[in-house]
């Protein structure tokens, strides 16, 4: 994606506004326990690395409800908690696929149901231990290890950020390009949404205005996204406003200058 010269400047103010403005969370509070898993004994080691991919998996984003659905269902099926990849791969994948509903990990059963084939996948490369994923503590290394485990494009690129926010792995990697972030880069630099569809294209302008991290625009992407909204963007609390390219340029319902929210 090139952008044009105008829409360079106003991707540089951006990034500016965006790092300046961040509310810097430490990697704890923003990722649980794997940011400390260091300085744990070596099964409980295995077990937070495979619990965080576990939930990572089912869209874990920032401590929400998929890593309460894990520790719920850590908690109450024991018999998972050592060696999680292998007993799901052990679990006949009809038997996993039904009973979907009462491990209750996620609310869809398609995300319940591609654990058993990438559960196979840890175990055969990786002796299900999650951690050989990352053990060389390369950034694109470990990219390419989970689009091989089929963990899918954006998960893979949010774990490879997660697990950089930890000091585990490093290196250059990408936001993880879904709904909110393809929204607030589309807006904010070309005056209209991206299709998360086209997720590709929100990442190869994060490429364009951070090239030295393109990470590092992800969580206050993300954040953003919160006012950002889908039909009613709360622009007057936003502070990309100034710059914006859709504020400049639409017209949104309810206006109170006549012209814009
Ligand atoms: S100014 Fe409005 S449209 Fe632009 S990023 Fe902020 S909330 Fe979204």
Request: aromatic share 10%; net charge positive; with cysteine.
């Amino acid at each position: 994606m090139a952008l044009s010269a105008d829409q360079i400047v106003r991707g540089n103010w951006i990034v500016r506004e965006l790092l300046a403005k961040q509310k810097l969370k430490d990697s704890l509070e923003l990722w649980g326990d794997i940011a400390g898993y260091f300085g744990k004994e070596e099964a409980e080691q295995k077990h937070i690395a495979n619990a965080f991919l576990l939930a990572c998996l089912l869209d874990y984003r920032r401590r929400d409800d998929s890593w309460a659905a894990v520790s719920k269902f850590l908690s109450r099926y024991p018999e998972f908690r050592n060696d999680i990849w292998r007993v799901i791969s052990e679990t006949p994948q009809q038997e996993w696929k039904a009973a979907s509903k009462q491990y209750n990990l996620h609310w869809e059963s398609r995300p319940h149901n591609r654990l058993w084939p990438i559960a196979v996948e840890i175990v055969y490369w990786f002796g299900g231990d999650a951690r050989c994923i990352w053990s060389d503590g390369n950034a694109i290394n470990t990219l390419t290890r989970l689009y091989w485990i089929g963990a899918g494009e954006q998960i893979s690129r949010m774990i490879v950020g997660a697990l950089k926010d930890c000091g585990i792995v490093s290196g250059k990697s990408d936001p993880k390009g879904d709904v909110r972030v393809c929204r607030v880069v589309g807006r904010s630099i070309l005056g209209m949404e991206i299709d998360p569809t086209n997720a590709s294209k929100a990442i190869r302008i994060c490429r364009e205005i951070h090239p030295t991290d393109p990470w590092k625009l992800d969580g206050p992407h993300y954040l953003l996204g919160e006012i950002c909204r889908g039909h009613t963007p709360d622009c007057r609390n936003c502070y990309l406003r100034e710059k914006c390219a859709y504020y400049a340029t639409t017209i949104i319902p309810g206006a109170g200058d006549g012209s814009r929210k």
